[in-house]
């Protein structure tokens, strides 16, 4: 199985609600990234927390590590319809050059009125 | 916009037929990337160039030919495809080791 998978595979909800999203990973990393996709289109990055950092925040989103169970959670407060997307986690490993990023099969949200 | 520019958007082709893709980027980026984007399957890394060397080739099979001229530019020459080889074909770049991806918005590739 893949380096990161996203749980779980497609969510629900009605605006204003929150949506959380998780990623479990199996080996060490350098960092963890999220990424949002529209239907078709290129990934967009959102957000990106170190191995040593335990929570960041940006905007609406707050992203948690918990490096021990090897899992990263994705929170959208006050969600709106305009957050319908795929929503994708990716590790990184220490390669020393480029980054070798390995991306789960993501998370689908549907956001309606 | 990301700063990262790929043509064409869509692409048909047929088994015999050999077509380029291309992605620039003006980002003065060293790392460029091409991935795999196939329905219900994670993205695939194929192809990593650093500073227009390349150092990944992910068992990727030779009917894709990937080539970088520049740190700005990045083809991936195809040949020969099978029907399964479609997919969207993303191009992505990044300053460098673990930094964040800027993504272009893909070719969607059919193949028929």
């Known amino acids: 199985s893949q380096q990161g998978e996203e749980d779980p595979q497609a969510l629900s909800i009605q605006e204003g609600e929150n949506a959380t999203m998780n990623c479990s990973y199996k080996?060490?990393?350098?960092?963890l990234q999220w990424y949002r996709q529209n239907s078709g289109r290129g990934l967009v990055h959102l957000i990106l927390?170190?191995?040593?950092?335990r929570e960041k925040h940006s905007g609406r989103l707050r992203v948690t590590l918990d490096t021990s169970k090897k899992s990263s959670s994705l929170l959208i407060t006050a969600s709106r319809a305009a957050d319908t997307a795929s929503y994708f986690c990716?590790?990184?490993?220490?390669?020393?050059?480029?980054?070798?990023?390995?991306f789960g099969t993501g998370t689908r949200l549907q956001v309606t009125l | 916009e990301t700063g990262v520019t790929q043509t064409p958007r869509h692409l048909v082709m047929g088994m015999t037929n050999k077509k380029s893709l291309k992605c620039e980027q003006h980002l003065g980026h060293n790392a460029m990337y091409w991935y795999k984007q196939s329905a219900k399957k994670p993205l695939e890394l194929m192809f990593v160039?650093?500073?227009?060397?390349?150092?990944e080739n992910n068992s990727v099979p030779s009917r894709f030919s990937p080539e970088c001229p520049n740190s700005s530019h990045l083809f991936l020459h195809l040949h020969t495809l099978q029907p399964e080889d479609s997919a969207l074909y993303l191009c992505?770049?990044?300053?460098?080791?673990?930094?964040?991806?800027?993504f272009g918005s893909g070719t969607q590739l059919s193949v028929l």
């Open positions: 992505a770049s990044n300053p460098g080791a673990n930094e964040k991806l800027f």
């Open positions: 080996t060490s990393i350098n960092n």
């Open positions: 160039y650093n500073f227009k060397e390349q150092t």
């Open positions: 990716a590790t990184a490993i220490n390669t020393g050059t480029a980054s070798k990023l390995t």
């Open positions: 927390i170190r191995s040593n950092e």
